[in-house]
């Protein structure tokens, strides 16, 4: 029989959508809460999901996301979850009248940036209002990276 010594913790994944980063510029960004059935919750703690093709949108009110790939929990009965259904977002109203008006205003775009744990257990998304970067300005970046690569190997290499 195994101790508690013997035992791995285990710790939640944090799941990123770096695609968002590189296609928007973020301008403003939020902590959301979201509601989850059972099985989707664990296979987020496992790091089973995927943010690269999700978006938020606001309806009659309530926030939601779509597109957000949870893939099934295997240890789960046969009534699992959907993997791509449309999950609500939890915020004030007073954040989601603002993302909503900015949203259609200045024709920013709400997109999902991170799926994590907080302390206390919950599941947290962290959206951001973001606006669409221009290919100038992604090949840009890319040159900079390229750029600071190169000079941190050189850095290595010298040491």
Do not use: W
Request: proline share 2%; charged share 35%.
């Amino acid at each position: 029989m195994a101790s508690k010594k013997d035992k791995k913790a285990v710790s939640p994944a944090t799941i990123e959508n770096r695609r968002a980063r590189f296609d928007y510029a973020v301008l403003e960004d939020y902590e959301a809460g979201i509601a989850l059935v059972g099985s989707e919750v664990k296979s987020v703690f496992l790091g089973r999901a995927h943010l690269t093709d999700a978006y938020c949108r606001v309806i009659n009110g309530e926030l939601f996301m779509f597109n957000m790939d949870i893939e099934p929990y295997e240890q789960a009965s046969s009534f699992g979850h959907e993997r791509r259904r449309d999950r609500k977002l939890l915020l004030h109203r007073n954040q989601i009248d603002s993302l909503q008006r900015k949203s259609q205003e200045k024709g920013l775009t709400i997109v999902p940036l991170r799926a994590y744990f907080n302390a206390r257990g919950k599941v947290k998304v962290r959206i951001g209002l973001a606006r669409g970067k221009a290919h100038y300005e992604k090949r840009d970046k890319i040159a900079k990276d390229d750029e600071r690569r190169e000079i941190q190997s050189a850095r290595a290499l010298r040491v």
